[in-house]
């Protein structure tokens, strides 16, 4: 998956993806305890079936958060249907958000 640089080149391809776009702000910390045991999946699922993101992005999205070993405080991750394209690891806690539609990059 790509890790992207840079706010500005973020908003530069969101506005290139037509909608609906998946934006996950996702408390990773490993120091919480609400996060031992990688609880942030459970969460992240329940967040996904909520806001009914199609499974296929679903499992896609379930997939790269399980396989990866999260040393950071924040992942935020935007993806549409087609394509995971956009992944940052932030040493600081953001909201924990999950939108489908419109992007939502207010937290940043």
């Known amino acids: 998956m790509p890790e992207d640089k840079g706010l500005g080149a973020l ?3 969101l506005a290139n993806y037509q909608e609906p776009v998946l934006s996950v702000f996702l408390n990773v910390n490993p120091a919480r305890p609400e996060n031992r045991g990688k609880a942030y999946v459970l969460r992240l699922k329940d ?37 995971l394209f956009a992944v940052y690891k932030l040493h600081v806690e953001l909201l924990e958000e999950v939108r489908w539609g419109e992007p939502f990059v207010a937290p940043f």
């Open 47 to 83: 967040a996904l079936k909520d806001k009914k993101v199609p499974q296929a992005l679903v499992e896609r999205v379930l997939e790269y958060v399980n396989r990866e070993r999260l040393r950071t405080h924040t992942l935020v991750l935007f993806s549409t249907s087609d394509d």
């Open 11 to 13: 908003l530069e391809r």
